[in-house]
């Protein structure tokens, strides 16, 4: 079975399309601590095709625009959705238009867009921006589809996330901890869980602090974070998500950037290496249990997207160099450090 939409199609509610797959889903659902009673699991959602969680949504809005007769798709995007939306319409041999604030995307987000072929256009203003121009942009162009969270088939495609973990644990966790940017993947993860009928999490909603409308209450007009994935101050399933986390009895909860980069290092020294935005689903947890609020288990974070992505931000926090040797010296070098290391043990 390749992919979420031959995994899960009855839970779909899909026309009768011939999916665009890359083989998205099925990753893995990592026990990653026990912290007092409280068994952590953590989705590493960054072992999808292009390295996010988007492709979830993306193979199956791909694969309805295509069966609907679109020539193009559309988006908005921080980066991941556009990556996702250049491969899967590569893929469905469709055009893509990528619309992303200047400066504000890594460099290997934008480059998975330009090597599978898309258009992206740099525009001087933020995501919230980019988004209003696209959704206009399609309104008035019926060969161009719309493939950012606010098409409904992108949030079915992200709900088999959650079929997934139930299927694993036999059971809806406790609590779903996961980065909010647009809101979209909250409420997709929320619809989810409700269709599949085992049970609903608290659904926790972590945000960057500069950029955080859902725990403030009100938009945020110049959003700012180090976790760019998510700077988005209008997230355009706000009603939806909001609906989540009271239904769920969950909550939306702030972390610094500071928070965001030391879990971020604490993931990497566990092996999992995520960009910012997906620290912060890990920040939200640790947060909630150092004030001591956190749910009994399991729980489950959505880490949404690899750290290859990007390259820049653990310039911030690594201390290691790379040790210019040569083949004679390398086994003494090893040996010295070593030495260091168990000396700094000992201490
Ligand atoms: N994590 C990552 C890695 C993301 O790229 C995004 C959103 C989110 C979390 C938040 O998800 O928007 O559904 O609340 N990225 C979008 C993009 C905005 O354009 O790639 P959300």
Redesign the pocket.
């Known amino acids: 079975m390749l992919g979420i939409i031959s995994q899960y199609r009855t839970w779909l509610d899909l026309p009768d399309v011939d999916p665009v797959t890359l083989g998205e889903g099925a990753t893995p659902l990592v026990p990653w601590a026990t912290w007092g009673e409280t068994d952590i699991f953590l989705k590493l959602e960054g072992a999808n095709p292009t390295g ?3 492709d979830r949504g993306m193979t199956v809005a791909v694969s309805v625009a295509r069966h609907e007769g679109a020539r193009a798709v559309i ?8 990556a996702s939306a250049a491969a899967y319409a590569a893929r469905g041999h469709l055009s893509a238009f990528v619309v992303v604030p200047e400066g504000r995307v890594t460099q290997q987000k934008l480059l998975q867009s330009l090597v599978h072929g898309a258009e992206i256009l740099a525009i001087d203003g933020n ?1 919230d921006e980019a988004l209003a121009v696209v959704r206009r942009i399609a309104a008035s162009n019926r060969e161009i589809a719309l493939v950012n ?1 606010v098409n409904p088939w992108r949030l079915r495609g992200q709900e088999t996330g959650a079929y997934e973990i139930v299927d694993e644990l036999g059971r809806a966790p406790s609590g779903l901890a ?9 409420s997709a993860y929320f619809q989810g869980f409700r269709r599949y009928g085992k049970g609903i999490p608290k659904m926790l909603g972590i945000q960057a602090a500069g950029a955080s409308p859902l725990v403030q209450g009100h938009d945020v007009e110049h959003p700012e974070t180090v976790a760019t ?2 700077r ?1 101050g209008k ?1 355009a ?1 706000k009603a939806l998500a909001l609906e989540a986390v009271e239904t769920s009895n969950g909550q939306f909860l702030a972390v610094t950037d500071a928070d965001i980069l030391s879990a971020q290092k604490e993931l990497a020294r566990g092996g999992i290496f995520v ?1 910012p ?2 620290a912060t689903a890990y920040a939200g947890l640790k947060a909630l249990r150092e004030r001591g609020a956190l749910p009994a288990g399991p729980l489950v974070g959505i880490l ?2 690899t750290g290859l992505k990007d390259g820049e931000t653990p310039l911030q926090w690594i201390e290691q160099t790379v040790h210019h040797t040569n083949s004679r010296t390398v086994g003494d070098t090893i040996q010295s450090l070593l030495q260091e290391a168990r000396q700094h043990v000992a201490h």
């Not at 996961?178 to 909250?186: D, H, M, Q, T, Y």
């Open positions: 996010s969680f988007k988006c908005a995007s921080t980066g991941n959705t556009a995501f969270s996961l980065p909010v940017g647009n809101a979209g993947n909250i994935a998510i988005i997230p399933s960009e935005a997906s949404t997207g």
